[in-house]
C-alpha cells in the first residue's frame, strides 16, 4: 500500500512484445534461433538489399490467430500491413512492416487475480509486425556494431486497454499474459532473450476524476520485478510533480534499473512521424473461416480450464488449483507426479507449493529446471504413503535428491532412513521413555492428554525419527492407561 | 542498315548461319564502338564465355526457346556478381549478390546478357538525363542530339541504335512505352504482376512492371513468354497459368472494336502526332476493326494522383538507401544524423531528392487523408473508367506521348513540363493494365511517333494481336534511324 492510493488514481496500460516460435522469420526463411553469431543469419530480404521483397509466413498469422482465440477475441478477416517509416541503422529497410488500420486480433479479455477477485483485463488488439535488429556499442570503439539477426523475427504486439490500477495489478497481468502465450506455445516467454518484453503506459488522476491524466511510457523494463518498480517509481515522480503544481510531459521514459528512476527518452514534440501507409508489397491477406476454425479445433487447455479440471478432478482447493495452474510447465509436473504415485493429491500439492516451489525460488530455478524429476518425486511420497518414510525423514530425503546424492531408495538406505514400523522396537523404546519420564506420564494420567506430543517427541528423537510416530502415539496410550 | 529481329536471330542460331558466340562478339563490338552512352555496364567475358556455352547447349541438343540471343538488361535488375547501380551514384559501386527473377528466367531461356543499361536514377524520369552515368543519345537525333526518353532509354537506345536485338526494362509510368515511342521501337508493359518484381530495384511497388523493348510485338511476344509468371518470392505476382503469348498474333482483327478516349487527343497534344494515330486508324478499319469515340473521365487526375502515389511509395523504398550496408557513404560525419543527411543529399540527384520530398511531404500526418487516401480514391475512379469502356470495346488507341523526342535540356528546368509527357501513359500504370506503344509513322522532321495500345487486365495476347497485325500491314518498325543508315 502506498501513501498515494488515498488521493490519487493510477492508470495502467502495457504494451507486451511477444516474440512469436516460428521456425523462420515473418518475411524469410532465415532462422530466428537466439544466440548465433552476428549477422550470420541474414538473408537478402533481412539486409534490405535493392529488389527484396517480403514473403508473409504463414505460421506466424497461425499463432496470431491462436492468441486471439485464447483470449476471446475478434480476429479481423482482412488484414492490411503497413509501413512504419524511420531511420535507424539496425532497421535495414529504413521502414518496419507492422498492422495499422487493421490488426489482426481485435478486441479480447483476460481476467487477473487481486486482492478484491478477479478483475477483467481489456486486450484493444494484438497485431503482427517485425523486428528490428540490434545496435551493438560494447565492442567498438566510437563506432556501432549492427548485428541484424533478429531483424524479422515475427512479433506480437499485444495492446491492453488502460484498464490496471496499481503496479501489482499491472504485474498480475503481465504474468498472466506470460504464461498464457507459453500454455497456448505462440512464445517461450524467454524475457532475458527479450522474447517477450513490456513497455508501460503510466498516468495518474486525482481519484473521482473521469478524464486521463497526461501520459509517459516506460520502456526497458524486462523482467517483473521491473515492471513493478519502475511503475511504481513513475507514480511518485508523477505525483510529485503535481502535487507540487507542475504538469507532466508527455513522453516516452527509460527505466534504469541500476539507479532505479526513470529517465526522458524523447518528448511528444521529438516523436517520429511514422508516415505509414499500407504496404504495396504484400496484398491484403483475407482469413478464410476455415484455417481459423482449424486453429480453434487444435487450440490446448486454457489456464481457466485447467484450473477448473484441477478442482473437480483431483480435488484439490481453489488456491492450490490455482498456484499449480499458473504455469503450463507446472501443471504437467503435477499431472505426472500424480499419474505415478500412489499419493494422495493434496500431498502432492503441498509437497510441490511447499518444499519444491520454496526450493526453486530459493535456487532462483523454473520447474524445467529442477533437480528432482516428476518421477523422483512421485517415487519420493510412494514412500511416505507406504509409511517407509515420515514427513521429516520425507524431508531429508528431499533435501538428499535436490543435491543429487542418489534415487530415492539409495538415500534411504545410505542415510538409514527407512521408518521403525516394527512395534516390538519401537515398544523397547516406548518403554524406555515412559521409564525416564515418570512426571509427564503421571500429568497424562492425571487428564493432561497435550502432553503426549512431549512423549512422542522423546520416541522419535531415541529412534534418531524413524519411529512411525502413529505407532509410538498408540503404544505410549496403551501402556500409561 | 535494316532491322534485325529476335525471331531472325533465333532462326539464324537454330540453322546454324552464326554461333552465339559470333553474334556476341558482333554485338559487344557495336556497344564497344558506341557513342550512345546506353550502357552503365558491358560484362564481354561473362557474356562471351555464355554464349560458348549456348552454343555448347545447342549442339547438345538444346531446344530453349532463347538459346544464344543477346539482350542487355535495364541496370535495375539485380544481378549476381554484376555490379548494379539503378542509375545513382548511391549504388555507383554495388555490386548484386543475387539475381532478379526476370533475368533469371530469360537467362534459363537462354539469352546472354551482354551489359547493364543507361536509365534515369531509380527509374524516375523520362528523359534519361536524371542518370549519374550520363545523357543517353537518342539514334533518331541525328543534327540536334535528342533524348530517348525515359526512365528506361538506355534500353531503348540500344535497341533503335542496334546494339543489342531486345532488352528489358520497367514501366512505372510510361518508362518503357515513352523512350519506344521516341526511338521508333516496341514497348510492352505487361499487366501489374505478370512479371516478378524480386530483384528488380523498386520505385513505386503498386505501379512497377518489367518490360521487354523490341523491333516487334513478335518479338516481345518471345521475351515476354519467358520473363513472365508466378513467383513466390513476390508477393504481388498473379497466380495463374503461363500462356503463349505468339499463340493469337496471327488472328485476323475483324470485328476488333477500338475505342478512342477523347481525353488522350485534347490539349498538348502535337498535330502530327494527332494525324499519323488517325493513319493507324484508318490502317485498322481496313483490317475490319470499327472504331467508336469513349471518354476516361478521370483520367484528367491521373497525372495529379500518380505524383502523390509514386513518390510516396518511392520515399519509403529509397529509404535503405542510408550508408549504413551498402552503397556510398559520404566521407565526413560527426554523427548518425549527419551521415544519414550527407549520405542521402550527396548520393541521390535532384529528381530523386524532390520525389522523396514529395512523397514524404504526402505520407506525413495530417496530410495523409488529403494526399496519399485521396490519391488512392482517384486511382480507383481511374480503374473503374477502364473497366466501364472494355464492356464496349476491345482495345483502347492512342498516341503515347504528346510530343516527339525533345532535345537535350529543353524540358530540365521545369518538372511539370517533364511530367506532362506521361500524361497518356499513367492512367494505364495506375490501373494495372497491359498496353504497348509501336511506332506509327515519322515526324516532319524525321521523328518516331509512338501508338499507344491498351487493353483489359492480362489480356496481352489480345494486345499482342492487334499490335502484330498493325507490323504486318505497315513497315514503320522496319524504319531505321538515319544515324545508322550513315554507318
Known sequence: MFSWDKHWEVVIGLEVHAQLQTQSKIFSGSSIAYGAEPNTQTSAVDIALPGVLPVMNHEAVRLAVRFGLAVDAHINRTNVFARKNYFYPDLPKGYQISQMALPIVGAGTLDIETEDGTKQIGITRAHLEEDAGKSLHEDFQNETGIDLNRAGTPLLEIVSEPDMRSPSEAVAYLRKLHALVRYIEIC???????????????SVRPRG????????????????????????????????????????????????????????????????????????????????????????????????????????DYDLNASDAELLTSERETADYFERVAAASDSDNKTIANWMTGELFANLNKSELSIEESPIRSAQLAELLDRLADDTLSGKTAKQVFAALWNQEGSVDEIIDSKGLKQITDTGAIETIVDEVIANCPDQVQQFKDGNDKVIGFLVGQVMQKSQGKANPQIANQLLKEKMK | ??????????????????????????????????????????????????????????????????????????????????????????????????????VNRLSDAGTISLGKTNMDEFA??????????????????NEVSRVPGGSSGGSAAAVAGQLVPASTGTDTGGSIRQPAAFCGLTGVKPSYGRCSRYGMIAFASSLDQAAPVTHTAEDAALLLNSMTGFDKRDSTSVEIENEDFTRDLNTPLDGLKIGLPKEFFGEGLDDEIAQRVADAIKVYESLGASVVDVSLPNAKLALAAYYVIAPAEASSNLARFDGVR?????????????????????????????????????????????????????????????????????????????????????????????????????PVNLAGLPAASIQCGLSSNGLPIGLQLITPYLQESRLLKVAHQFQLETDWHTLTAPSLEVA
Not at chain 1, 524467454?190 to 513490456?198: I, T, V
Not at chain 2, 524520369?125 to 533518331?140: A, I, K, M, R
Not at chain 2, 559520404?330 to 514529395?358: C, N, P, W
Request: with cysteine.
Open chain 2, 1 to 102: 542498315m535494316t532491322i534485325k529481329t529476335i525471331k531472325q536471330h533465333l532462326a539464324d542460331l537454330k540453322h546454324g548461319q552464326v554461333s552465339s558466340v559470333e553474334l556476341t562478339s558482333d554485338y559487344l563490338a557495336r556497344i564497344a564502338s558506341s557513342e550512345l552512352n546506353a550502357f552503365i555496364s558491358v560484362n564481354p567475358e561473362t557474356a562471351l564465355a555464355a554464349a560458348k556455352h549456348a552454343d555448347e547447349e545447342r549442339a547438345a541438343g538444346s531446344d530453349k526457346p532463347l538459346l544464344g540471343l543477346p539482350i542487355a538488361h535495364k541496370d535495375i535488375f539485380c544481378i549476381d556478381g554484376t555490379r548494379t547501380t539503378c542509375g545513382s551514384k548511391i549504388l555507383e559501386n554495388f555490386t548484386a549478390p543475387y539475381t532478379a527473377t526476370v
Open chain 1, 188 to 202: 517461450d516467454g524467454n524475457m532475458q532473450e527479450g522474447s517477450f518484453r513490456c513497455d508501460a503506459n503510466v
Open chain 2, 326 to 426: 551498402y552503397g556510398y557513404r559520404t566521407e565526413h560525419y560527426d554523427d548518425l544524423g549527419q551521415m544519414y543527411a550527407r549520405t542521402r543529399s550527396e548520393g541521390f540527384g535532384e529528381e530523386v531528392k524532390r520525389r522523396i520530398m514529395i512523397g514524404t511531404y504526402a505520407l506525413s500526418s495530417g496530410y495523409y487523408d488529403a494526399y496519399y487516401a485521396k490519391a488512392q480514391k482517384v486511382r480507383r475512379l481511374i480503374s473503374n473508367d477502364f473497366d466501364s469502356l472494355f464492356q464496349q470495346v476491345d482495345v483502347l488507341i492512342g498516341p503515347t506521348t504528346p510530343t516527339t523526342a525533345f532535345t537535350h535540356g529543353s524540358r530540365s528546368d521545369d518538372p511539370v513540363a517533364m511530367y506532362l509527357n506521361d500524361i497518356y501513359t499513367i
Open chain 2, 124 to 141: 524516375m524520369g523520362s528523359s534519361n538525363e536524371n542518370s549519374y552515368f550520363g545523357d543517353v543519345l537518342n539514334p533518331w537525333g
Open chain 1, 209 to 312: 476524476q473521469q478524464e486521463l491524466g497526461t501520459r509517459t511510457e516506460l520502456k526497458n523494463i524486462n523482467s517483473f520485478r521491473f515492471v513493478e518498480r519502475a511503475i511504481e517509481y513513475e507514480i511518485e515522480r508523477q505525483i510529485d510533480i503535481l502535487e507540487d503544481g507542475g504538469e507532466i510531459v508527455q513522453e516516452t521514459r527509460l527505466y534504469d534499473a541500476d539507479n532505479h528512476e526513470t529517465r526522458s527518452m524523447r518528448s511528444k514534440e521529438e516523436a517520429h512521424d511514422y508516415r505509414y501507409f499500407p504496404d504495396p508489397d504484400l496484398p491484403p491477406m483475407v482469413l478464410e473461416d476455415s484455417f481459423i476454425e482449424e486453429i480453434r479445433a487444435r487450440l490446448p487447455e486454457l489456464p481457466e480450464a485447467k484450473r477448473s479440471r484441477f478442482e473437480t
